[in-house]
């Protein structure tokens, strides 16, 4: 049985560097295109699984050459595949700029990721009910989403990501909470604060007991009910921040499945994500570990 289970997406990434981000109605050349594995989901849980966890995930690849990429790469990297199902049409893909900040823009195309239903969670429940750890984000449907909040038995952690307003039943399911600072305006359908006090009083609004806001390069906020802890960034050079975030949750997911304290397992994922992001692409092979 895995110890984390990973409810998500999988997608191709195809990345273009560029010099600029182009304004509406600009054309601005990049350089080559370099494809890679990612989606949210995908991610999190490979990188999980290169900390050593036992991962499975559920999910949905589509019946092309991407989707058998998809499968072999996930398990090459060790990850249960048994709740990975084929769907017709497309895989997941995503579009991805990265400009000389090492921000990113990122437009995905959903394919076989907007099939996962309630039905291919529920295959999955022997997992969900003894795993010590759910890991989902919201680049699946709501549907599914909320079916693996409401099965799992260890600690639930939604990274809402790509944000969206979510239902407080839904919330009321999860345990820790992980959005960046754009995706905690969207959840509470307002802009953002800066000012950490300000930040911990907004997310406090959401009912979630522990929430942990990444900040970037200002590293990151962890709150339980309105008392908050700034970690501060690991001082890096980043290159690529795509894919941060996701090693960010998969860090704390790995901590929490080893029993650490929330604020151990933040302060690691705090320091792996900067370490992610000092190479290329989604999953960089760069060491992650403290
Ligand atoms: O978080 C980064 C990921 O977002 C990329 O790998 C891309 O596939 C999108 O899902």
């Known amino acids: 049985m895995a110890e984390i289970v990973v409810v998500g997406s999988a997608n191709i990434d195809r990345t273009v560097v560029v010099a600029h981000f182009p304004e509406p109605g600009e054309t601005v050349t990049g350089g080559p295109v370099a494809a890679g594995q990612g989606g949210k989901g995908a991610n999190q849980a490979v990188v999980a699984a290169r900390f050593g ?3 499975a995930f559920v999910g949905r690849v ?7 990429s998809i499968r072999a790469d996930l ?3 060790g990850v249960d595949v048994s709740y990975l199902r084929d769907s017709p049409g497309p895989s997941g893909a995503a579009f991805i700029c ?3 900040h090492a921000e990113n823009f990122i437009v995905v195309s959903p394919g076989a990721n907007a099939l996962v239903t309630r039905e291919d969670v529920a295959a999955a429940t022997d997992q969900l009910v003894q795993a010590r750890v759910l890991l989902v984000q919201l680049e699946v449907p709501l549907e599914a989403v909320k079916a693996a909040l409401e099965l799992a038995v260890g600690v639930r952690v939604l990274n809402p990501a790509p944000a969206r307003p979510l239902p407080e039943d839904l919330l009321s399911r999860v345990d820790v909470l992980i959005p960046n600072t754009s995706e905690l305006g969207t959840l509470t359908g307002t802009t953002c604060p800066s ?3 300000e930040i911990a009083e907004l997310a406090s609004i959401l009912g979630v007991d522990n929430v942990i806001v990444t900040l970037g390069a200002d590293g990151a906020l ?3 009910h309105g008392k908050y802890q700034h970690l501060p960034a690991l001082p890096v050079r980043p290159v690529d ?8 949750c998969a860090t704390v997911a790995d901590g929490l499945a080893r029993d650490l304290s929330l604020i151990v397992a933040a302060k690691r994922a705090v320091r792996a994500a900067g370490r992610a992001t000092t190479a290329k692409g989604a999953r960089p092979r760069v060491p992650l570990s403290p």
């Open 62 to 68: 589509g019946s092309d050459a991407d989707g058998r």
């Open 75 to 77: 398990r090459s990297e």
């Open 222 to 224: 962890v709150i339980n």
């Open 98 to 100: 990265v400009d000389p």
């Open 241 to 248: 921040t795509t894919g941060a975030g996701d090693t960010f």
């Open 53 to 55: 966890r036992s991962v």
């Open 195 to 197: 000012a950490h006090a």
